[in-house]
């Protein structure tokens, strides 16, 4: 058998069949002869009487019962159908026989290595038991997870390597900056002291004071998507009630200072919910924040529970979303409008946070204003 086991597919097939084909043949031989001789004793076609007296030879027949006749009627059919049955097992022998020499083991550890793959899980080694089609396979199936393993560690040593240079290259600006306002604001205050009058010294300043103002807040802007990168989810048991009404505390204060209204409608719910709040929160945050700088007048909020599911959807009737964004989806540092006191990062963070919670979000515009929709999964 294990010279079967490394044969080709193809040959051991052959090598098999002829082997239980001739099996089944010396068996049908052997049957057939069996039956004739099983009939010949128990019904006999006649018999031979000599004659001492004469010189002729008298064949009689020799008579049988009824149930040797019956008995030797069912020898007759068993002769021919036990040799069909024994081709037939030879053929399901022969099936048994390749799929458990030659196709189970390596079906079974290719089934194995593809689960481990789906899982992301490339730590295991796929071993090869012969050279035939399905050993080949095998061999390729682990070049491939091999060259997967190390692509996985070339990928993750360029994140490690992007981070510390994002963390450096914060790190080293932010000195220079800080250094830079402290300046700025040295300055601004001799002027003070000198003179209370504007002039143009005093506008260049100002004017510096403020850039110097946004590369640190881009500076710090950067670290803070490094660390959602980072994040590590921490989902708890929580009353809907007490989840809706600290929406709505989050809500008062993000209000106190528009005059836009801010319809806020939850859903009823009487069980809890698993999930982490934190996150929850500085979506809503962002979402509504994002809300009352385009909205004219007006933002409705929506939140509700469905599937295992938690949606809130924030809309607004503001100008909408640019069709490039809509078109493009959510990217780092990409702005509705022109605004120089925010870099376009909102619904990054909120679409990195979204994904960190097994969830989505969703942009559309409406006939006015637009609709920003996220799904969370609380089970």
């Not at 099983?38 to 020799?62: D, F, K, W, Y």
């Not at 200072?257 to 069980?271: G, R």
Request: a neutral charge; proline letters at 3%.
């Amino acid at each position: 058998m294990e010279r079967i086991k490394q044969m080709k597919l193809k040959k051991a097939l052959f090598a098999m069949a002829f082997l239980n084909i001739t099996i089944a043949f010396l068996l049908s031989l052997f049957i057939i002869w069996l039956c004739i001789e099983l009939r010949s004793q128990i019904a006999p076609m006649g018999g031979i009487s000599i004659n001492m007296n004469s010189a002729h030879v008298i064949t009689q027949p020799q008579n049988s019962t009824a149930q040797a006749a019956l008995l030797a009627d069912i020898i007759s059919l068993v002769q021919i159908i036990l040799p069909i049955l024994i081709y037939i097992i030879a053929l399901f022998t022969t099936a048994s026989m390749f799929y458990h020499l030659k196709l189970k083991e390596p079906l079974k550890i290719l089934t194995q290595g593809a689960a481990c793959i789906i899982d992301n899980n490339l730590d295991f080694t796929i071993e090869t038991t012969s050279q035939d089609e399905l050993g080949q396979l095998c061999t390729a199936f682990e070049t491939m997870r091999k060259t997967l393993l190390e692509n996985n560690y070339t990928l993750w040593r360029q994140a490690e390597e992007r981070k510390r240079l994002n963390a450096a290259f914060s790190h080293n600006l932010r000195n220079p900056v800080t250094v830079l306002k402290g300046s700025i604001k040295l300055a601004l205050k001799n002027i003070e002291d000198i003179t209370t009058a504007s002039n143009p010294f005093t506008d260049h300043l100002l004017r510096m004071e403020s850039y110097t103002n946004r590369i640190e807040h881009y500076v710090e802007t950067m670290s803070s998507i490094q660390k959602l990168e980072d994040i590590t989810l921490q989902p708890e048991p929580v009353k809907w009630d007490s989840l809706i009404s600290e929406l709505k505390n989050m809500l008062c204060f993000l209000r106190e200072d528009t005059q836009k209204q801010i319809q806020f409608t939850p859903a009823k719910y009487e069980k809890n919910i698993l999930i982490d709040k934190s996150v929850l929160f500085q979506i809503a945050e962002n979402l509504v924040s994002n809300a009352l700088r385009f909205a004219a007048a007006r933002i409705d909020i929506l939140c509700s529970i469905s599937s295992g599911k938690l949606l809130l959807s924030v809309t607004d009737d503001g100008c909408g979303f640019p069709e490039k964004l809509l078109q493009n989806g959510i990217q780092p540092f990409q702005k509705g409008n022109e605004d120089m006191g925010h870099f376009g990062m909102g619904l990054y963070t909120c679409e990195l946070l979204c994904q960190k919670h097994d969830g989505n979000i969703t942009l559309k515009n409406n006939p006015t204003g637009a609709t920003v929709s996220i799904i969370l999964t609380i089970e």
